[in-house]
Nanobody, 115 residues
Framework: QVQFVESGGGLVQPGGSLRLSCKASGTIFRIYGAAWYRQAPGYQRELVAQITRAGRTNYADSVKGRFTISRDITGDTVYLQMNSLKPEDTAVYYC?????????WGQGTQVTVSS
């Protein structure tokens, strides 16, 4: 009854910035909690950032101070602002979000950080 669609990935040079979006569709319920994960080839998927219903945020140590997770005030989109990107940030980024009683993953968006 709900799907989350990620966008905003791409190729960026080290030190650059990208903003990922995770947008809900197919539901009238707002997103109240969400997290971003990433997975690089040969590595396990890891939690990058999360935001709770109360608006609290949590970040992996590797991205703290560089990445920011936020929620649209209307509740239909979650963002991941990524600054000061490093080559080790290269991965497929996935959004998991909760809207009403539904929780689902997005399809993933590729982020490549390279000179």
């Amino acid at each position: 009854q709900v799907q989350f669609v990620e966008s905003g990935g791409g190729l960026v040079q080290p030190g650059g910035s990208l903003r990922l979006s995770c947008k809900a569709s197919g539901t009238i319920f707002r997103i109240y909690g969400a997290a971003w994960y990433r997975q690089a080839p040969g590595y396990q998927r890891e939690l990058v950032a999360q935001i709770t219903r109360a608006g609290r945020t949590n970040y992996a140590d590797s991205v703290k101070g560089r990445f920011t997770i936020s929620r649209d005030i209307t509740g239909d989109t979650v963002y991941l602002q990524m600054n000061s990107l490093k080559p080790e940030d290269t991965a497929v980024y996935y959004c998991i979000a909760a809207a009403g009683p539904f929780t689902s993953w997005g399809q993933g968006t590729q982020v490549t950080v390279s000179s």
